[in-house]
């Protein structure tokens, strides 16, 4: 049967109509669909490389000098600079520059300073070890390296690298347990659901022979918001198709508890991830009297 159609269209549940504006096809484990299903239409997606630096070596300069003369007190104390230069006053001008020329500076060598903390984390993070699933193996690589479609192995007390469908875990009844602190700032241990068609693949052979597609929305900056839906295809029989909810997603930042491991597949990656989306909409703070 094919679900093309259908995509971008509408998704519909026991409760009710939800409207996809947009969706992605994710091919779990970078498998084709089986002949006579759906067509096979690559898609490209971000890597899994995290960015919080504001600055680079070469838009240093220029970025820094525009925030910092969008401030209203810099701008007013540059225009009279400029007019003192300009036209023959009483006072020097070097009595309103020099002390504009040494705050500038002085903040721009804190900002850098900063920003290179920045990069610092980003470095650190971007090299984190991750557990992959490939040909029926766990193959360890950096954070970065990991792409839409990836099996991804967690094991307890780890971060999740990544956006990711629970496709199984230790637990027979396919449920994990995950802490939110550091997105919500909530402690308290959260229950997550692997779909049931999925919960029997329990070793790293089983969850790499798993031949499936996940169709959900493009990436969202809320978090407690995921429409979706898996297709498992089995033999030549009609593919099964289930929903996916937000019970069903593991949240980058997020970390897994009282769960021994879990395998997922990465959805979102990099700044996609719901948690890059929400700190990527903040603007720079402003008073109220600069705004």
């Known amino acids: ?25 994710v091919y779990i484990g970078h498998k084709e669909p089986p002949p006579g299903a759906e067509a096979y239409i690559p898609q490209r997606y971000p890597d899994n490389r995290i960015v919080s630096s504001k600055y680079t070596s070469w838009n240093f300069i220029p970025k820094n000098l525009f925030e910092q003369f969008r401030r209203i007190a810099n701008f007013y104390f540059l225009a009279i600079f400029l007019v003192q230069l300009i036209i023959d006053t009483p006072t020097s001008p070097v009595t309103s520059g020099l002390p504009l020329f040494f705050v ?25 070890p991750v557990d992959v699933v490939q040909q029926g193996k766990v193959v360890r690589t950096q954070s970065h390296k990991l792409r839409v479609g990836d099996i991804v192995m967690v094991r307890e007390d780890e971060t999740f690298p990544c956006d990711l469908i629970l496709l199984s875990s230790s637990r027979h009844d396919g449920t994990c347990y995950v802490t939110t602190a550091s997105l919500d700032g909530e402690s308290s241990h959260k229950t997550y659901y692997a779909v049931q068609d999925t919960v029997a693949f ?8 798993l031949h499936a597609t996940i169709e959900c929305e493009q990436p969202q900056p809320d978090l407690y918001k995921f429409v979706g839906r898996i297709n498992i295809y089995k033999d030549r029989e009609e593919p099964l198709a289930r929903p996916l909810g937000a019970e069903n997603l593991l949240l980058r930042g997020a970390t897994l508890k009282n769960t021994q491991h879990i395998y997922a597949v990465a959805v979102y990656t990099g700044m996609e991830t719901k948690m890059a989306l929400n700190y990527q909409s903040k603007s720079q703070k402003r008073s109220a009297v600069e705004k």
């Open 1 to 25: 049967m094919d679900f093309t159609p259908l995509r971008n269209i509408i998704s519909r549940y026991c409760m009710g109509e939800e409207i996809w504006l947009d969706s992605r096809t």
């Open 104 to 128: 500038i500076t002085v903040t721009a060598i804190k900002q850098g300073y900063e920003d290179w903390l920045r990069h610092k984390a980003d470095c650190s993070i971007n090299e984190c």
């Open 202 to 209: 329990r070793t790293e052979r089983e969850v790499d022979s």
